[in-house]
């Protein structure tokens, strides 16, 4: 089982790549993080399997 996994999304404001780590030994989260690019706060859910792979991950604008 994979604990962490680094993904790259697009951040829904600006467009640019956004690096996160998951942890996956959580089967479902929600977490805020700021773009590094335009230094909006991005929504973050996430879904993780019982074997640890991200099965669902979306990157929300705080309107959405």
């Known amino acids: 089982m994979n604990i962490e996994q680094d ?4 951040c ?3 467009g640019e790549s956004v690096g996160i780590v998951v942890d996956c030994t959580l089967s479902s989260q929600e977490f805020v993080e700021d773009c590094q690019v335009c230094c909006r706060p991005i929504q973050f859910s ?5 074997d ?3 099965v669902d991950l979306q990157a929300l604008s705080e309107d959405e």
């Open 12 to 14: 829904p404001y600006c």
């Open 52 to 54: 640890g792979e991200i």
């Open 46 to 50: 996430v879904s993780v399997d019982e």
């Open 7 to 10: 993904r790259t999304v697009p």
